[in-house]
């Protein structure tokens, strides 16, 4: 969640569509990284309806450590790899993100 917020600041609707995530599910979430100081929730003042969610320091400080640790197991992962193996390994998987229809609702059928 809070890589998604990274870019920039989402309606929590969009947000909780992005993560393929029940909004129930996603309060509860939110609530928890907002007791932490991580994400920051206001009404958006053009529609007082929609909640704007959005990082605070402290959670890219977070995305910060988050993203030189997953360098670090990526690291050790792909040892065996050497750099245009990653670099291969690393295209097929975003075209495979790309080309996913992105709906959360798909449940692959029995035996598929």
């Known amino acids: 969640?809070?890589?998604?917020?990274?870019?920039?600041?989402?309606?929590?609707?969009?947000?909780g569509a992005r993560l393929c995530v029940d909004p129930s599910v996603l309060v509860t979430l939110l609530?928890?990284?907002?007791?932490?100081?991580?994400?920051?929730?206001h009404r958006d003042p053009a529609d007082r309806?929609?909640?704007i969610v959005e990082i605070t320091e402290a959670?890219?400080?977070?995305v910060t450590r988050?993203?030189?640790?997953?360098?670090?197991?990526?690291?050790?992962?792909?040892?065996?790899l050497a750099l245009h193996e990653r670099d291969t390994l690393r295209s097929l998987l975003?075209?495979?993100?790309?080309?996913?229809?992105?709906?959360?609702?798909?449940?692959?059928a029995m035996g598929s």
Not at 1 to 15: C, V
Not at 31 to 41: C, K, P, Q, S, Y
Not at 66 to 80: C, M, Q, S
Not at 95 to 102: A, E, I
């Open 59 to 62: 959670g890219t400080a977070a």
């Open 31 to 41: 609530n928890a990284l907002e007791g932490r100081d991580l994400v920051r929730r």
């Open 1 to 15: 969640m809070l890589m998604h917020l990274d870019g920039g600041a989402l309606g929590q609707r969009d947000l």
């Open 66 to 80: 988050l993203d030189a640790a997953i360098g670090r197991v990526e690291d050790e992962l792909f040892a065996d």
């Open 94 to 108: 975003a075209r495979v993100r790309t080309t996913h229809t992105g709906d959360c609702d798909d449940t692959p």
């Open 49 to 51: 309806r929609r909640h």
